[in-house]
């Protein structure tokens, strides 16, 4: 939408002289743009096709692009002899619960530290600040032997609870609601909201595109982590799908169709959920975030 | 009902002094529509937001209705506010913006519906009630924010400069729609704002205010025709009151005032003032520029002992339309006129000035209106 | 004239409650707010303290032991300091993982701007080409490791094909110790490329628009307007990337530990893969790794810093 109109708004009077300077400009801004894609992708393409693929066709050389006979094998060998759906779910059940208890409970900090007066206010969100530098590499051991000692290995909570830490939502999202016009939870206060309610009605209707951005970030990162589910998770049937698909390359032998059955699978939710989330990525929501 | 009291109120904001208020005592009477006026930053924002409980007391005490308010919460204090930037729920329609105060302090749903529906007729917003805030115009969401207060059938209404998002036009139409709303209510109005005309055309008295303290309280024309300091006489009429500075002489039974070469007789009201001031008092006389004019052959005749005749020479004419804004010097003076519309008059011109004094105000050097000081 | 000119400074009525009576008072009513906000931070409070905090201190306490993963906890005091400062590897370690940092960083960044940029001017598909240049950052690295193998893989990778097509000498990218960690750190700029385009452009986006029309009228040309509008105007956005990308890619592990498990001979060792083998591969040095972990924490915290420090003054 729009997009002819944001061109023309750009441009209102293209001058004759330079109308041919400015089609070249054009191509050479699709051009830059189709390579970049272009490189992105084509690892893609090659998985995508190893993944149709026979065990006998893998090694041809030269590869081809086009598996000459394609077969479903390699998904059908996955699904019957791997517990790829358990994966799958484990992923599901850790990356949905981090996101939206972070959600909450990172939208309820970002709010008190954009909006509310109490002492110590800027001193605590210092802390926050300093600790955005603290890797959660660095903090692996300690962390495995608490959730040890909490009984949590190989548990749901032992994948959550570490990844909850992370006050990076509460940055962001104390961005975007100091954004908000104070005038509006005056108004609310005003109206005989307490601060919940000022919270749940005005608030967070208004951070909408802010908590989809926090939302798909902390479901991709948790989605994509690895380091940590290594380490946490010793039962195979409490893998996520980092974990697992990685399993399946611990042997001595690599078989390149099911790897790349397997990664295309994993990756296929992730990638639909941003394609429908992605147009709140932009909207300016980041830059909101990132003003200081 | 609804009276608030203001006793011994101040703000502080830490150690620094900006935006806040000292010492203010006032009451508001049941019904009345007062108007805090002041340039930006003089503290009356701050005034308003106590009373909603936005902003905290630091000292003495607010009551509605004998009520202390110092540590009610916004909510609990039965007042409604219309803000600047109108403040709407973007994500709420105009329905749900006007029903929502009534929701939250938990009315049943058809009383809610019957209150929306109510106020909406009385504002024009029958037809907008299924809109959102953005598809409403400037004076739209004006009336909506009105809405949102009137709903409540608060004691006290707050509006924080509510007509200053508007253009002129509707700025005049919305000031008479508040103005009526009032008629109708009777609700207590605490009105905030930075304009003299809407200060003076709307309020039953003013309030005006600087650097946190409050200059006078009183009938707008009350305050125009009697203002307590030169601040308030500077503030209010515009184009601004002539302010001369010079020294009183005291003769028989009249009072001089001189600056330098100049000098003239003061008349006998102002005299009466003066000699209060005493003799070479240092004081500012000040003169509206309406009671100044040019002397031409129209000009009407009578004389009295508060009329001062001098020659000037004029430096600017400035026509209004309906009016001419003449700038003269005479001496060191320079004296703004106010003369009726399409006077022969050019810059150069050697005239005479016919300077009213029944209306003039002397200051002493504190800058404090002497007519105060005489009693 | 009954009315006074000068205002009533009489009060009203006289102040019913005393100072301290009204002290009082307005502490509780700070306080009640104040314990509202405090309610309003505790759920993060508590995994903050439980899992950021707590974990710091016990990191702390156990570069003083060893054991306590495997075997019991013993109390070894700076032995694990010493050894720590005393092996070559956590030198290898810091020096791949820091030259990693120095090529990837800037290569993504200028390509990254350079693609925010071009993405800018694209009146039509924008967002398509958008969506399509992120699709790399949502690889898991599993599986990013696995695509980066069919463009780095020895015999049937895409490099070699191309080298090959060209003339040259097919290349071992992944098996020799001179290109291991160029090829991880290419696979990291393919990966992260999405990710901070999206994050220029947003800042593009956010830029003034009344200041490059202010410009084009003065008679700024295309590359004046980037250099003296774009970059200072990018300054907040580059300060949070340059900053958070540093604290990010000193903790590279998960493409290391898939393509080359720190091999050939050491080449891709970096600092968070030896804290996980010394901790949970085959050897049990628990305080070696706490040790090495806290070294890790004050080496980001150290450049972090220096960063900000150096970013913020100019």
Known sequence: ?292 | MGRVEFVGVGKQYGDSGAGAVQDVNLTVEDGEFLVLLGPSGCGKSTLLKMVAGLEDVTSGEIYIDDRLVNYVKPGDRNVAMVFQSYALYPHMTVRENIGFPLKMHKLPKAEIDRRVTEAAEILGLRDLLDRRPEQLSGGQRQRVALGRSIVREPAVFLMDEPLSNLDAQLRVQTREEILKLHARLGTTTIYVTHDQIEAMTMGHRIVVMRSGVVQQVGKPQFVYDHPANTFVAAFLGNPRVNLQTGAIRLEADIARFEQGEVSFALGPALSAFARSAGDGAEVALGVRPEDISVEHAGSRKHEHDALVKLPATITLVEPVGSDLYVRATTGTMEWMARTEARLPVRTGDEVTLMIDLTHAHLFGEDGMNLEGAAG | MQEQAVTQTTRPRALALSEEEHQRLQRRYQRRRSLTAYLFLLPGAIFFFAFLVIPILLLFFYTFNNGGIISEREWVGLANWRNVLRDDLVITAIKNTVVYCLMAIPAVFVISMVLALVLQQAARGGSAFRSLLYIPTLAPYVVAALLWQFVVHRDFGILNMILVEFGQEPRNWLGSPDLALRSITMLEVWRGVGFWTLLFLAGLIGLPKELYQAAAIDGANAWQRFRYLTIPLMRPTFFFAVVMATIWNLQLFDSVSILTNGGPQNSTVTVVWYIQQTTFAYTDKVGFGAALSFMLLLLILFLALIEIRLLRKR
């Open chain 1, 1 to 292: 939408m729009g997009a002819e109109g944001r061109a023309l708004a750009r441009d209102p009077q293209p001058k004759p002289g330079r109308f041919g300077g400015k089609s070249l400009y054009t191509i050479a801004i699709y051009v830059i743009l189709i390579v970049a894609v272009f490189i992105s992708l084509l690892p893609f393409g090659y998985v995508v096709s190893t993944s149709f693929k026979s065990t006998m066709s893998l090694f041809s050389y030269p590869p081809d692009w086009l598996p000459e006979n394609p077969t479903l094998d390699n998904y059908r060998n996955l699904l019957n002899r791997y517990p790829f759906w358990r994966w799958l779910f484990n992923s599901f059940v850790v990356a949905g619960s981090v996101t939206a208890i972070k959600l909450v409970v990172d939208s309820m900090a970002g709010y008190a530290f954009a909006k509310m007066r109490f002492p110590g206010r800027d001193a605590l969100f210092l802390v926050v600040l300093m600790s955005l530098m603290v890797p959660f590499a660095a903090l692996l051991i300690p962390t495995f032997i608490i959730i040890r000692e909490l009984g949590m290995l190989n548990t749901y909570w032992g994948l959550i609870l570490p990844g909850l830490a992370s006050p990076i939502g509460v940055f962001m999202m104390r961005q975007f609601i100091e954004s908000l016009p104070s005038d509006l939870e005056n108004a609310a206060r005003l109206d005989g909201c307490s601060e919940f309610q000022i919270y749940r009605r005005v608030i967070l209707p208004l951070i909408k595109p802010g908590l989809v951005v926090l939302g798909v970030f902390t479901f991709m990162t948790q989605w994509t982590s690895y380091l940590w589910p290594l380490v946490v998770v010793t039962k195979p049937e409490m893998a996520t799908l980092t974990v697992g698909v990685r399993s399946l390359t611990s042997t001595f032998t690599q078989d390149w169709g099911l790897n790349s059955a397997a990664a295309i699978l994993s990756m296929l939710p992730t990638i639909l959920v941003f394609i429908f989330l992605q147009r709140y990525f932009i909207a300016g929501s980041i830059a909101g975030a990132l003003k200081e």
